[in-house]
């Protein structure tokens, strides 16, 4: 594939064309565009797709979605279930197709066969090729249901894989599953990147050699959204949504990061790395940025949500490497394709959308190669671009003050782990706190627990920061406490006695 690093450069002194200046000028101008353009072209095995989701009673039909999917340039769309009135609209479209088998059906799949090669037979094998399926998730996330099912996932996979054998649909369709980024003990820095030592041999050794074994690729999902609602005091909004910025130099291995996205990808990588997977491929099965939220939800904005869409659609489909793994073509599929008003949680889970219901843009940005001609990132007046600042932290109701006047940050053991994992990697990381005592072996380690950790890391910086208001916020996965916390022989300093 050619890309820009195998174009050599010449020199050329203006004078020996029969030109004038202006008109060379004009030619060079012309040049440029139709080589940005053929190295779009080229690049080809870099894509992007998107997410329908559908848990909204709003919502167009089928057909009339797959009109607007068509219309705008998508090739390719991930659906959550098998749903027949979606996927008889997908026929004959052209447009690839993930489907996916519900956490709630991995039990069955994982215990028998039949029901694994019954559900191919009326879920792919009824559809496919009219509708292209290229995929099937299986499952989602199930590292982090709640109904204990991480055991079934990789008996599932090999069962349905098996299925498709069967069927002889083994070389068109691919069978994966996505994980969040809280698979990760370790994501920051990047090159430090380990998966969960309690899943390792349990679930991602085999995971990944069937992976391996069947040519197929690890599914991920990473939003920097919630790395960076969490910790907006710390991590620059440029840094988050591709804007220019000087960078960040991962320690580790000496490669600077311009965004945040980059740097969790690579995170994944090396834990790939670690585990002797590294010709194992990644897919993106889901990343988004939220257009709207509640007060505490720090960053969610229109204005953010199209510079981190806009700029990631960008960076895919003309430069879709990492900086540990330049030449890795990555599918990104963004979330989601609308705003789904039945979802439940905060209100940025009900605006991730690119659309409203009624098929108007939330916000405008580019698909396709061709639509990034005229595509510019211009941050609104309201934002200038800059962070926006986290709201003052706050402090446990019905507890009053210290007689010392001393307080400690902690981790709210209700918190989402997902955005508790985010805000403890950039507290031990880009925070500055000192992490060295929740390390194995030292003296914090146990209880080995994301709570306690992250309560360790969070009273750190937030010592650091001398208490100062808002620098115990963590995007409302920690509160300030009166009484020195204390787990066994861990004591929690203060700013006065730490070092």
Known sequence: MLTKRHIPHKHYHLSIFPHTYRETENMVKSFTLFLFLTLLTLSHAASIG?????????????????????????????????????????????????????????????????????????????????????????????????????????????????????????????????????????????????????????????????????????????????????????????????????????????????????????????ALDGLKYNDVNIVVTETGWPSKGDNNEVGASVDNAAAYNGNLVRKILTNSGTPLRPNADLTVYLFALFNENQKPGPTSERNFGMFYPDERKVYDIPFTTEGLKDYHDHPSPASGGQRQEAPPSPVVPGVSKSTTGNTWCVANPDAEKEKLQAALDFACGEGGADCRSIQKGATCYDPNTLVAHASFAFNSYYQNKARAGGSCYFGGTSFVVTQQPKYGTCEFPTGDTES
Not at 72 to 92: E, F, I, N, Q
Not at 157 to 171: E, S, V
């Open 50 to 270: 998107i997410n329908y989701g559908r848990i909204a009673n709003n919502l167009p039909s089928a057909v009339k979605v797959v009109q607007l999917l068509k219309a705008h340039g998508l090739t390719r769309v991930k659906v959550y279930d098998t749903d027949p009135a979606v996927l008889h609209a997908l026929s004959g479209t052209n447009i690839k197709v993930t489907v996916d088998l519900p956490n709630q059906q991995l039990f069955a799949a994982a215990r028998a066969p039949s029901f694994a090669n019954s559900w191919v037979q009326q879920n792919v094998l009824a559809y496919h090729p009219h509708t292209q399926i290229e995929s099937i998730a299986v499952g989602n996330e199930v590292f982090v249901d709640p109904h204990n099912t991480t055991k079934f996932l990789v008996p599932a996979m090999k069962n349905i894989y098996q299925a498709l054998l069967k069927h002889n649909l083994h070389n068109d369709i691919k069978v994966s599953s996505p994980i969040a980024l809280s698979a990760l003990q370790n994501s920051y820095p990047s090159s430090s990147g380990s998966f969960r030592p309690e899943l390792v041999e349990p679930v991602f050794k085999p995971m990944l050699d069937f992976i391996r074994q069947t040519g197929s690729y690890l599914m991920v999902n990473v939003y920097p959204f919630f790395a960076y609602e969490s910790n907006a005091d710390v991590i620059p909004l440029e840094y988050a949504v591709f804007r220019d910025n000087p960078g960040v130099v991962d320690p580790g291995n000496g490669l600077r990061y311009f965004n945040l996205f980059d740097a969790q990808i690579d995170a994944v990588f090396a």
